[in-house]
């Protein structure tokens, strides 16, 4: 069975960064796209960003610009990069390849 974990979350303050992390185990990692998505308190769940298994890549508007994602197939690990961040984007984010979900990294952006 395939895990999704993720890592990389924390406290930062607006206007700084952090990187996130999605480990996958299998062999499927190389052959889907990767997802990030975002849930904030009260909120419906986003889709942040995705990375295509050739590397095609979009943005949600909101993080168009400070969020880049990557992946290096070789590790089986995505990352999502995010810059200058805001209090909007404090929320659980999830890496989600085809029909697996990870736990949730917890990010707050807050001074």
């Known amino acids: 069975q395939v895990q999704v974990v993720e890592s990389g979350g924390g406290l930062v303050q607006p206007g700084g960064s952090l990187r996130l992390s999605c480990a996958a185990s299998?062999?499927?990692?190389?052959?889907?796209?990767l997802n990030w998505y975002r849930q904030a308190p009260g909120k419906q769940r986003e889709l942040v960003a995705f990375?295509?298994?050739?590397?095609?890549?979009n943005f949600a508007d909101s993080v168009k610009g400070r969020f880049t994602i990557s992946r290096d197939n070789a590790k089986n690990t995505g990352y999502l990069q995010m810059n200058n961040l805001k209090a909007e984007d404090t929320a659980v984010y999830y890496c989600h390849i085809w029909r697996f979900w990870g736990q949730g990294t917890q990010v707050t952006v807050s001074s």
């Open positions: 990375i295509t298994n050739d590397g095609s890549t």
């Open positions: 299998g062999s499927i990692f190389s052959m889907y796209g």
